[in-house]
């Protein structure tokens, strides 16, 4: 972070009457555009430093939103996929057998957490294999409905936006949705306005039990899609006891527990899937983000028996589980193992988790909560407001983070982040919530 550098202006989005205007630094409307968080316009990057268009140097606490898992650029992963593109870029897999795709899948298939054997389809996104596994869920079960949660999210595409919270910016203006979706409280919410947490564990279980009496027979429930940490909702850890509930009522039921690993898995946590953290089995698992370090790779995962069930042509995807992307997919998890980066998430985070407790206690006003698990950590302030405020203030000195939820800025580095880079980072947002306080 060179001092010496001129910092861009973040004061860019305006609210007015006709929406957002887009201001260029002199104010001047440059744009209509869709108003971005603070502007950021990444030129290249390496590890955890990214380097703006204009020179600026930043300490990448997002990571694309839980993409870069092995870093930046690493050199594993750079070179399979050079060598990777010199060899085949493309052949549909769904139409034809292509070796780096089933490495793939057998890589994967070798972390999940899941006993016996499990079959694994390719995509291009979450928002694909999401959409992937509601398909499975509804053709293996025969039954049609879906429950998800409060503060849910599972991507954009009809069936995932679906699933994702109702009452949501997500939903106003694209109905009808999905049928059968029915949502829950989560274990665990944010603060509402009155200053306190709007649910609690015994709140999903007294809704589904309603809803279950009075709606749906729970014999007509496919499954259950859980975020094991939930992500956009404001990353919050849900008590292992009530993921271990939420699998016995459906092993009582029949229903499937989905868990959807976009954002927890592949190393965040500092276990390979948040799941284990509850010592739980899911029958699907969705995974992507993280899953091939920046290139478009998703991947859902179910027990052999209800994947074998689609018969040939059931299901498919032209792009999913491409040669390039496999490629980086199979590079991003032998480097997860070889560099020992579950280890450095756990020691890492908790670096953070502690600094941040202390943070929190110079400044009870401001930050009401942290909460996290290995690189995966959310700072709760006191309002959305205060919490955008900090988001900007710590962009302003070099540090990228990124809000989630209501009121809460998440923090999720590349699993290769440093104890050095988490005492500068722990640093400068000391010195961002000093300047917000003043
Ligand atoms: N599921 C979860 C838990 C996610 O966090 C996201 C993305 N934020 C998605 C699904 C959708 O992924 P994608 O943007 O790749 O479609």
């Known amino acids: 972070i060179d001092p010496a550098r ?3 202006d973040i004061r860019t989005a305006l609210p007015g009457p006709e929406g957002q205007k887009v201001l260029d630094r002199d104010g001047a409307v440059t744009s209509p555009s869709l108003p971005r968080a603070y502007p950021l316009v990444p030129k290249r990057a390496s590890g955890s430093t990214m380097e703006d268009v204009d020179g600026n140097l930043f300490l990448d606490l997002n990571a694309g939103i839980a993409v870069n898992s092995t870093g930046h650029t690493h050199p594993a992963v750079v070179a399979a996929i050079k060598e990777q593109a010199d060899q085949l870029l493309h052949y549909s897999a769904s139409d034809f057998y292509l070796p780096i795709y089933s490495q793939m899948c057998a890589a ?14 390719l995509t291009n996104s979450g ?24 503060g849910a999210f599972h991507g954009r595409t009809y069936g995932a936006v679906s699933l994702t919270a109702s ?3 997500y939903h106003k203006g694209f109905g ?57 909702g404001g990353y919050i850890v849900p008590p292992a006891s009530w993921v271990q509930r939420l699998r016995a009522l459906c092993d009582e039921h029949g229903i499937l527990l989905v868990a959807d690993e976009v954002q927890s898995g592949m190393g965040r946590t500092g276990r390979m899937w948040a799941i284990e953290l509850a010592d739980v089995q899911p029958d699907i698992l969705i995974s992507a983000k993280g899953l091939a370090s920046g290139l478009p790779l998703g991947a859902f995962a179910a027990r052999a028996e209800l ?9 498919g995807s032209t792009y999913g589980g491409s040669p390039i992307p496999c490629a980086a997919g199979l590079a991003t998890l032998r480097t997860i193992q070889e560099e020992g980066l579950l280890a450095n998430a756990t020691t890492i985070g908790d670096q953070l988790l502690t600094g941040l407790r202390e943070l929190q206690a110079k400044h009870p006003e401001v930050i009401t909560d942290v909460r996290g698990v290995g690189l995966m950590i959310g700072v709760e302030f006191r309002d959305a407001a205060t919490a955008a405020e900090a988001q900007n203030q710590a962009f302003q000195r070099g540090l990228l983070v990124l809000d989630c939820g209501v009121r809460t800025i998440r923090m999720s580095p590349p699993l290769v982040f440093t104890a050095e880079e988490a005492t500068t980072a722990l640093r400068v947002l000391g010195e961002a919530l000093a300047a917000l306080e003043a």
Do not use: C
């Open 6 to 8: 001129p910092v861009p």
């Open 307 to 315: 994947m074998e069930k689609w018969g040939a042509g059931a299901h």
């Open 167 to 169: 009452k949501s910016k």
């Open 127 to 150: 928002a694909e294999a999401v959409e992937g596994a509601i398909k499975l869920a509804r053709y293996a079960t025969g039954r049609q409905h879906l429950i998800s949660f409060f």
């Open 108 to 121: 994967l298939a070798e972390t999940l957490p899941m006993e016996g054997p499990t079959r694994v389809f």
């Open 176 to 232: 009808p949705l999905l049928s059968g979706v029915h949502h829950v409280p989560f274990a665990f919410a944010e603060i509402d306005e009155n200053g306190h947490r709007s649910h609690d564990e015994e709140a999903t279980f007294a809704e589904l039990d309603r809803l279950f009496e009075t709606e749906v027979d729970p014999s007509e429930v496919a499954a259950i899609f859980l975020e094991p940490v939930q992500g956009e």
